[in-house]
């Protein structure tokens, strides 16, 4: 007997974090404002970041490999001047310099920043290491032997001078890109130490921080989902329940239609999204 496809009550709830709460908190705020099987997020906030975190509702959690390699944007703060050991202004200062960074020096070092480049992870920071946290292992004082990874700067832009020294700044960047890193790797452009004062995520994909819920208007349940399909753009295909079937049980189903990725609705229910290749449908996306 072929199983009714549910879908209902999933979705994704664009969150405000504010600064001092784990990503997993505000996660689970919104896991027990919907009362919600499970929830997600798609990439994770320090504790000391805020900004915008979208969060995954029960069936839209399977978004998530979608979602890792979108790029994102940010709004933050350096200091030049001091290294600490977590490459923000919260941690332990480790190295010093005497210093006075010109705002030109500072434009044209951004420019040489736009870049795909190999970046070291912090030592603080939640890169798994043998199943681990790396930042858990920091705070018992021991090294871990990090590896970099390469990411991409697609946009720098200084956008003030706040005080000596002190820059704030747009950065638009590839998924995986620690900020923190950045400044360590702009400040030895510029010939001296940083460290992060602060950051506000304000985009992730095409999800935007203007559209986010605060903590307090979700506790009072004052927020919106967004359904799963709308952030998909392709062409609909309607299947029966049947169809569907077959593609649960991973087999192809023949279809005279072009081939290219499709949103896939058996009814009124949002259930994947499907592949089609020489006439053949396959799930790349199973939401059932």
Same mark, same amino acid.
């Given at each position: 007997?072929?199983?009714?496809?549910?879908?209902?009550?999933?979705?994704?709830?664009?969150?405000?974090?504010?600064?001092?709460?784990?990503?997993?908190?505000?996660?689970?705020?919104?896991?027990?404002?919907?009362?919600?099987?499970?929830?997600?997020?798609?990439?994770?906030?320090?504790?000391?970041?805020?900004?915008?975190?979208?969060?995954?509702?029960?069936?839209?959690?399977? *978004?998530?490999?979608?979602? *890792?390699?979108?790029?994102?944007?940010?709004?933050?703060?350096?200091?030049?001047?001091?290294?600490?050991?977590?490459?923000?202004?919260?941690?332990?200062?480790?190295?010093?310099?005497?210093?006075?960074?010109?705002?030109?020096?500072?434009?044209?070092?951004?420019?040489?920043?736009?870049?795909?480049?190999?970046?070291?992870?912090?030592?603080?920071?939640?890169?798994?290491?043998?199943?681990?946290?790396?930042?858990?292992?920091?705070?018992?004082?021991?090294?871990?032997?990090?590896?970099?990874?390469?990411?991409?700067?697609?946009?720098?832009?200084? *956008?003030?001078?706040?005080?000596?020294?002190?820059?704030?700044?747009?950065?638009?960047?590839?998924?995986?890109?620690?900020?923190?890193?950045?400044?360590?790797?702009?400040?030895?452009?510029?010939?001296?130490?940083?460290?992060?004062?602060?950051?506000?995520?304000?985009?992730?994909?095409?999800?935007?921080?203007?559209?986010?819920?605060?903590?307090?208007?979700?506790?009072?349940?004052?927020?919106?989902?967004?359904?799963?399909?709308?952030?998909?753009?392709?062409?609909?295909?309607? *299947?029966?329940?049947?169809?569907?079937?077959?593609?649960?049980?991973?087999?192809?189903?023949?279809?005279?239609?072009?081939?290219?990725?499709?949103?896939?609705?058996?009814?009124?229910?949002?259930?994947?999204?499907?592949?089609?290749?020489?006439?053949?449908?396959?799930?790349?996306?199973?939401?059932?």
């Amino acid at each position: 007997m072929a199983r009714e496809i549910r879908t209902s009550k999933s979705g994704i709830v664009l969150v405000n974090k504010p600064v001092g709460m784990s990503s997993n908190k505000a996660v689970n705020i919104v896991k027990y404002s919907l009362g919600a099987k499970k929830c997600g997020h798609l990439g994770t906030l320090d504790l000391e970041g805020q900004g915008l975190l979208p969060v995954t509702v029960n069936n839209a959690t399977k *978004l998530f490999d979608f979602f *890792l390699n979108k790029d994102k944007t940010y709004e933050t703060v350096f200091v030049f001047g001091f290294e600490t050991d977590t490459l923000d202004t919260s941690g332990v200062m480790t190295k010093q310099k005497e210093c006075d960074i010109a705002e030109e020096d500072v434009k044209v070092a951004c420019k040489k920043m736009i870049v795909r480049y190999m970046q070291m992870p912090p030592q603080y920071s939640a890169k798994k290491v043998g199943g681990k946290s790396a930042y858990k292992s920091a705070r018992k004082g021991e090294y871990v032997e990090l590896k970099p990874k390469e990411v991409e700067i697609f946009s720098f832009d200084l *956008l003030e001078k706040i005080e000596k020294n002190t820059f704030r700044f747009l950065v638009s960047c590839s998924s995986g890109t620690y900020i923190r890193s950045l400044c360590r790797d702009l400040a030895e452009l510029l010939g001296t130490y940083g460290s992060m004062q602060c950051i506000i995520r304000t985009r992730c994909g095409g999800f935007m921080l203007k559209d986010a819920y605060s903590i307090e208007r979700i506790e009072k349940g004052d927020f919106e989902m967004i359904s799963p399909e709308s952030v998909f753009d392709y062409s609909k295909l309607s *299947l029966s329940i049947g169809q569907c079937e077959k593609l649960y049980n991973g087999q192809k189903i023949a279809i005279d239609t072009e081939d290219g990725l499709y949103k896939l609705f058996s009814g009124e229910d949002f259930v994947g999204v499907g592949e089609v290749e020489k006439k053949n449908l396959t799930f790349k996306l199973r939401l059932f």
